[in-house]
C-alpha cells in the first residue's frame, strides 16, 4: 500500500512542481519513517532498508508525472479546466 501511495504523490509533484519540491518530500518522509521505526524499536540500519522502496517509488511516479505533463495539459485544455484568473 505504501509504494502506491508513494507513486501516486509523485505522480502528483511530477505533474504540478519542478524538481525542487522532490527533494523535501523525499527527505521529510524519509525522516518520519527513520524516526518512527527507530522509536518502535526498530534498527537503524533496518529502518533505512525498509524506507528505500518508497523513496524509489516516489522517485518513479515523478517521473511518470513528468512524461505524462503534455498529455495531461492537452486533456485538461480539450475539457475546459482552468484555474480561475479572477483575484
Known amino acids: 500500500m505504501l ?3 508513494a ?3 509523485g505522480i502528483y509533484v511530477g505533474l504540478h ?3 525542487l519540491a522532490l ?3 523525499i527527505v521529510l518522509g524519509a ?3 527513520i524516526v518512527s521505526a527507530w522509536a518502535n524499536g526498530q534498527g537503524l540500519l533496518d529502518s533505512i532498508t525498509a524506507v528505500l522502496l518508497p523513496i524509489l517509488t516516489v522517485q518513479v511516479g515523478y ?3 513528468l512524461t505524462s505533463r503534455p ?5 485538461r485544455s480539450r ?3 482552468r484555474h480561475s484568473e479572477r483575484v
Open 63 to 65: 517521473f511518470l508525472g
Open 7 to 9: 507513486c501516486g504523490a
Open 31 to 33: 525522516g518520519a519513517y
Open 23 to 25: 527533494l523535501p518530500l
Open 79 to 81: 475539457l475546459n479546466i
Open 71 to 75: 498529455a495531461y495539459f492537452h486533456l
Open 17 to 19: 512542481f519542478n524538481i
Open 3 to 5: 509504494p502506491i501511495l
